[in-house]
DNA sequence: GTGTAAATGTTATAATATGTTCGTTTAGCT
DNA sequence: AGCTAAACGAACATATTATAACATTTACAC
């Protein structure tokens, strides 16, 4: 076949034959850009935006700015900054603060969630550090800090979230003792009941608390007042509360009556 | 393809693709240089900059004066990359083969190693099993697989290693119970000892089998005549042997009277 | 033909990417 | 240490691309 065919063959085709066309195209780069295809098809960039949106949808790749690249997914990752974060900023402000009580040579519980995923950044420089964690994320993030051991719990990995849940992950808790957990929460009621949006989470939670020594919420101002699922005690249970001065403070001396350390940050 | 059609290639790409492409100059060089980039992709040198700020952030790089040098993280990623490589189309097959014992329903093990990650590849479209691993290849490959239930075991994160050893590896594993396991081997002895290189890998995999109901050993042909340091069982533990057609047959042969059944695929 | 719905093209505006300049920092050398 | 050439990063200007809303064309049933 000469190549004025094969250009003629291009053009003219209904959308779903040439959305097929630009998938094969993936086979031979890895990227393709809207405007080269939109010469190759003679359509316009939009009808080739349009397309790709399609694509997007169905097939494994990413759309980016000026085309698009196959989504090869890498070994060893578990997607976490897939979410956007709502309260990056006071987050990692909490994170700080939470980090200042980690000493050398302890042993430390790091529960799932963005806040506690923030120190686990914070905890990559620490010395002679032991971390037991039933998120990927923070395994991840801290399996080649030289300074710390990671042990994974283990048990299921909750679809569509880097993390484990489940009677094993509770069994495997167990097994442990440890100086400090640290913990999120999805919800803080007023009254100072801490809530989880998952039921088998909650249970872990709770088995954390008892196995260390000492415990600390991390929660920003926004989970206040706010309420979940599943109830896995309340801030009477924890030794250290870390919150954000947005947080209404007549519910903090509230809450300080219940018995936590609560430490408040600028945000 | 010829030079000129190459190079063409790598021109005038969208960000995304350029920076995948980037990434991917990292697989046969440990380093790059922004000038050399620059040149290679014909933008200029501040556009590889921001590049390699993105990748940077990604925790893919980390940038160095003049370039940027590989992170641990993907030294691994790529290392394990190669490590596929290696007699990779007889892994491939063997896999192929080793897909055909599983059955719809299964509860499986499937141990560390890359001959059984290239069957955790080929599992992505199981429906309704339950896959047990103390692998993070394994488990990170198959975690979003729509059929298919994956229970990470716990354990300590083995250094420079994307898997789960230990005490408590070996007690989670004690919980659970699998119709078939599926396991790698360092090597195989000429008189059918299986080893492996590392202590606490010996352990699990005897555990391994004694939790399943039965076993399958997958190993290419250069495996054979190996030795290693700790040695596990032997090929009478097993029920299945997949190996390839390269495999000396008077061995194979030896092997069978141990009482695996053997199966060999062309390579 | 005519009506209708889907697909495509067009335009204006917003978002993003790239190149250039220039003052600052760095690595390597004597 | 002090020097030099290269590399860096911030800020700006420019060009490219994305998005949404609307207009137009096409396809197809009746």
Redesign the pocket.
């Known amino acids: 076949m000469n190549i004025r065919r094969q250009i003629a063959l291009l053009k003219?085709l209904?959308?779903a034959a040439?959305q097929t066309q630009i998938r094969e195209r993936f086979a031979a780069r890895s990227g393709v850009?809207?405007?080269g295809l939109a010469l190759e098809f003679d359509?316009?960039?939009?009808?080739i935006?349009?397309?790709l949106?399609v694509l997007e949808d169905q097939a494994h790749i990413q759309?980016?700015?000026?085309?698009a690249v196959l989504t090869q997914r890498m070994m060893l990752e578990f997607d976490y900054r897939g979410r956007r974060e709502n309260n990056g900023a006071a987050k990692k402000a909490i994170a700080r603060e939470a980090r200042k009580l980690v000493q050398s040579g302890q042993r430390l519980i790091l529960d799932t969630g963005t806040t506690t995923l923030e120190l686990a950044v914070l905890l990559k420089d620490a010395l002679n550090i032991t971390v037991i964690t039933p998120s990927l994320a923070v395994a991840s993030e801290l399996q080649h800090a030289p300074g710390v051991e990671v042990i994974l719990l283990g048990g299921v990995i909750r679809r569509g979230s880097p993390d484990l849940t489940g009677p094993a992950t509770e069994h495997c808790l167990e097994l442990f003792a440890a100086d400090l957990a640290f913990q999120g929460a999805d919800g803080i009621g007023l009254d100072g009941a801490i809530y989880n949006s998952d039921l088998r989470l909650a249970r872990v939670d709770k088995i954390m608390r008892r196995v260390a020594t000492q415990s600390c919420l991390l929660a920003d101002h926004s989970k206040i007042g706010q309420t979940a699922l599943a109830r896995n005690g309340t801030l009477a249970d924890v030794d250290f509360f870390i919150t954000n001065t947005a947080a209404p403070a007549a519910c903090l001396k509230r809450f300080a009556r219940l018995g936590p350390k609560i430490i408040t940050v600028k945000s």
């Not at 359509?43 to 009808?47: E, H, I, K, L």
């Not at 759309?63 to 085309?67: D, F, I, W």
């Open positions: 003219n209904p959308s040439r850009s809207v405007s359509v316009s960039a939009m009808t935006r349009r397309d949106a759309r980016t700015h000026g085309g």
